[in-house]
């Protein structure tokens, strides 16, 4: 029988935009009553303008509201669920950079999940994916390399996550010594991943199962408190864990949270001139736009040059791009790169992944803790 709303999607289709921006007005006006997917496949589009895909790509499959076309299509059957299908959705950097311009502040990404979560469901997922699933299977580590280290014990647990742990140990060994600096008694476990990458690539069960798996063992150290470099881990812990009805006990801080509390008593100064780069999951996930500008201007005499745009992907987020398409995901951080160059040479990041996709190219980028742990050691 058909739907309600087949008229609509008839119309819009997929290449009859303006009849569908046409359409978006009414919607807005409240002459219409449609789901929120449908509302975003109407759209003019105008977050394309905010998209990082979308600036360096230039497709209009992979804008965000192409996405979201592609996946109400396929939702109602008008497309299949295959890989060609697929590839548009995975590019989409879980970055929301796009609810920026949304008049609704949809994220495309929270729309485009359930897709990606059939296609897994149905065991229609891409190779280079696979791996990344075995990895959290077998070893607990998206890299497949299980953690070696000892468990600690104490009050405030710092949590390195995988990519620290894998690819910046001396930044796990800086944080330490930081943390220590500034008075904390601070340990680490043995961790295994809080399950991030399988949410991204819609595979929701293995987050789960990661996901127990990882607030059994926190909550088993009788930590108060948890402290993380990475964004990504403090935004799984502190919104998806809780979705999904897992209890993590410790309270979660980013590190620059931390910095946050105590920094001005640190009397900081340095001559030097830098710019800056917001990760994403700090700034728009975890609602921290302000809070690393603030951190450089609590040291003195530093100057601090506005980036080009405030707020852009490193190309590397949302864990499917860099291993879909690694040389899309490149010419993205090479984009914003060149936007980083307008203000200095040297960029202060506050995340180990966008720290790794941006770092050459003539710039030096450095993790906030070690920006501050030179001055503190002067």
Same mark, same amino acid.
């Given at each position: 029988?058909?739907?309600?709303?087949?008229?609509?999607?008839?119309?819009?289709?997929?290449?009859?935009?303006?009849?569908?921006?046409?359409?978006?007005?009414?919607?807005?006006?409240?002459?219409?009553?449609?789901?929120?997917?449908?509302?975003?496949?109407?759209?003019?589009?105008?977050?394309?303008? +905010?998209?990082?895909?979308?600036?360096?790509?230039?497709?209009?499959?992979?804008?965000?509201?192409?996405?979201?076309?592609?996946?109400?299509?396929?939702?109602?059957?008008?497309?299949?669920?295959?890989?060609?299908?697929?590839?548009?959705?995975?590019?989409?950097?879980?970055?929301?950079?796009?609810?920026?311009?949304?008049?609704?502040?949809?994220?495309? +990404?929270?729309?485009?999940?359930?897709?990606?979560?059939?296609?897994?469901?149905?065991?229609?997922?891409?190779?280079?994916?696979?791996?990344?699933?075995?990895?959290?299977?077998?070893?607990?580590?998206?890299?497949?390399?299980?953690?070696?280290?000892?468990?600690?014990?104490?009050?405030?647990?710092?949590?390195?996550?995988?990519?620290?742990?894998?690819?910046?140990?001396?930044?796990?060994?800086?944080?330490?010594?930081?943390?220590?600096?500034?008075?904390?008694?601070?340990?680490?476990?043995?961790?295994?991943?809080?399950?991030?990458?399988?949410?991204?690539?819609?595979?929701?069960?293995?987050?789960?199962?990661?996901?127990?798996?990882?607030?059994?063992?926190?909550?088993?150290?009788?930590?108060?408190?948890?402290?993380?470099?990475?964004?990504?881990? +403090?935004?799984?812990?502190?919104?998806?864990?809780?979705?999904?009805?897992?209890?993590?006990?410790?309270?979660?801080?980013?590190?620059?949270?931390?910095?946050?509390?105590?920094?001005?008593?640190?009397?900081?100064?340095?001559?030097?001139?830098?710019?800056?780069?917001?990760?994403?999951?700090?700034?728009?996930?975890?609602?921290?736009?302000?809070?690393?500008?603030?951190?450089?201007?609590?040291?003195?005499?530093?100057?601090?040059?506005?980036?080009?745009?405030?707020?852009?992907?490193?190309?590397?987020?949302?864990?499917?791009?860099?291993?879909?398409?690694?040389?899309?995901?490149?010419?993205?951080?090479?984009?914003?790169?060149?936007?980083?160059?307008?203000?200095?040479?040297?960029?202060?990041?506050?995340?180990?992944?966008?720290?790794?996709?941006?770092?050459?190219?003539?710039?030096?980028?450095?993790?906030?803790?070690?920006?501050?742990?030179?001055?503190?050691?002067?």
């Amino acid at each position: 029988m058909p739907g309600k709303w087949d008229w609509l999607k008839d119309e819009i289709g997929l290449s009859n935009l303006l009849t569908g921006g046409r359409m978006l007005f009414k919607v807005i006006q409240g002459k219409l009553s449609v789901d929120d997917l449908t509302k975003c496949a109407l759209c003019p589009n105008m977050c394309r303008h +905010a998209c990082p895909v979308s600036i360096v790509e230039g497709r209009e499959t992979t804008s965000p509201a192409g996405k979201a076309r592609v996946a109400l299509m396929i939702r109602e059957g008008r497309l299949k669920l295959d890989p060609d299908n697929l590839e548009p959705l995975y590019t989409c950097l879980g970055c929301d950079l796009c609810t920026l311009y949304c008049p609704f502040e949809f994220s495309v +990404a929270d729309f485009i999940r359930p897709v990606k979560e059939e296609a897994v469901s149905k065991g229609v997922v891409f190779e280079e994916f696979r791996e990344v699933f075995e990895n959290l299977e077998t070893s607990g580590d998206v890299y497949g390399k299980a953690d070696s280290g000892a468990d600690g014990s104490g009050i405030v647990l710092y949590f390195r996550g995988c990519t620290v742990r894998n690819e910046r140990p001396e930044l796990a060994e800086k944080t330490v010594e930081f943390l220590r600096k500034l008075g904390y008694d601070v340990f680490t476990v043995k961790e295994t991943c809080c399950g991030l990458p399988a949410y991204n690539l819609g595979n929701t069960e293995l987050f789960k199962k990661t996901a127990r798996k990882a607030a059994d063992k926190l909550n088993a150290t009788g930590a108060e408190l948890i402290v993380t470099s990475c964004p990504s881990c +403090a935004y799984t812990f502190r919104v998806l864990y809780p979705k999904y009805g897992i209890k993590l006990k410790p309270q979660v801080l980013h590190i620059t949270e931390l910095i946050g509390e105590v920094i001005t008593g640190l009397k900081l100064s340095s001559e030097g001139t830098v710019t800056y780069h917001n990760p994403c999951k700090l700034a728009i996930h975890l609602g921290e736009k302000e809070l690393l500008r603030s951190l450089l201007e609590s040291v003195e005499g530093l100057e601090i040059r506005e980036p080009r745009r405030e707020l852009f992907c490193c190309g590397h987020g949302g864990s499917a791009l860099s291993r879909l398409k690694p040389e899309l995901a490149e010419e993205i951080a090479a984009e914003r790169r060149e936007q980083l160059k307008d203000g200095a040479t040297r960029v202060v990041t506050a995340c180990p992944s966008c720290e790794l996709a941006l770092n050459g190219d003539g710039l030096e980028v450095v993790d906030i803790v070690e920006f501050l742990l030179e001055m503190m050691k002067k």
